[in-house]
């Protein structure tokens, strides 16, 4: 199974830059390479010059890119679904349940459950096909609640399942002597936990899998990035590096420049001093934002070298 890297982060601190200049040096490396981005802001179009869309999409030679779209993993997610239910329900009751289906779409967690479906049929199914596995994951907590999700989901298809037993029970009881048939329900809910089950201990074995932290060196970025990397390994998931991204280099012309390096510099070494066990990378400001992957040159020199898998495993 392919290795997985994690970038997250507050908004705005550079991860879709970080995620693809790293994504863009596997590849250079020789890795078989997927870069996949669950940001709806949708800004890998802006630096390889086209769109990719919700399959995998060759961008370069050993890079392909997918971007998951909420709101079409939503669609397809509740359609499988249907699919699933429709065998098993018939008549006033399928229409009963299909319309509380329709109205879930915008319920809280729906957008999630679906992202993370995708997420898990990319880890399970197409393991095999590449090396490396880069995420570029949307802003803030969304990285936490979606990797925390094969905990919270299979303890919940693991309630599900309890009360489908008991279901059971009661049937064959009432039966007597009558033999209870296949449950495909049952067989559904085993299903997907034994792949709950194989996306947490893929994503909790530090071997395999990493999240890198990225943050800019300021008050609420740093404070942030300290609270995600206790949120991320309460839940068991391993937190590999943090970049501090955009610090201003130690020479420059100006002294409002001077001033803001001044500024930068507490930061800095609060993120620092709250990895210090973790693999540190500092960025330089740029001059200006990246356009284009060709921009993104010094980035991949930075983080060309990171191995976060391998450290502290």
């Not at 679906?114 to 880890?123: E, H, K, S």
């Not at 395999?208 to 068991?236: D, F, K, Q, W, Y």
């Not at 210090?276 to 060309?304: F, K, M, N, V």
Request: overall charge negative; aromatic content about 6%; proline content about 6%.
């Amino acid at each position: 199974m392919a290795k997985s890297l994690f970038f997250g982060g507050k908004g705005g601190v550079g991860k879709t830059s970080c995620a693809t200049a790293y994504a863009l040096s596997c590849a250079a490396a020789g890795w078989r390479t997927l870069l996949v981005s669950t940001d709806p802001a949708h800004n890998l179009a802006d630096l390889f010059g086209r769109a990719p869309g919700p399959t995998p999409t060759r961008m370069q030679a050993g890079l392909d890119v997918v971007e998951l779209d909420p709101d079409h993993e939503t669609q397809r997610y509740l359609e499988q679904v249907k699919a699933t239910l429709r065998p098993l329900v018939s008549g006033e009751r399928s229409a009963t349940v299909f319309r509380q289906l329709d109205l879930a779409r915008h319920a809280p967690g729906t957008e999630e459950a679906a992202l993370f479906d995708a997420l898990v049929g990319l880890l399970l199914d197409t393991g095999d096909k590449y090396d490396r596995l880069i995420f570029d994951t949307a802003p803030g907590g969304h990285t936490v609640r979606l990797l925390a999700l094969p905990e919270i989901m299979g303890a919940w298809v693991e309630g599900l399942m309890q009360r489908r037993r008991k279901v059971r029970s009661d049937y064959k009881a009432w039966l007597g002597d009558g033999e209870v048939v296949d449950d495909p329900i049952q067989e559904t809910l085993m299903r997907r936990r034994g792949r709950l089950a194989a996306a947490r201990e893929h994503l909790t074995c530090p071997a395999h899998s990493a999240v890198i932290l990225v943050a800019n060196p300021e008050r609420l970025p740093a404070l942030e990035t300290a609270r995600t990397r206790e949120l991320l390994e309460s839940h068991g998931l391993h937190v590999g590096a943090v970049v501090i991204n955009k610090c201003l280099p130690a020479e420059v012309d100006s002294q409002w420049l001077a001033n803001w390096r001044e500024e930068q510099r507490p930061w800095i070494e609060h993120l620092e001093a709250s990895f210090p066990d973790r693999e540190r990378i500092r960025i330089d400001h740029q001059p200006h934002a990246p356009a284009s992957c060709d921009d993104l040159t010094p980035l991949q020199e930075a983080l060309g070298g990171l191995a976060p898998w391998h450290a502290h495993a």
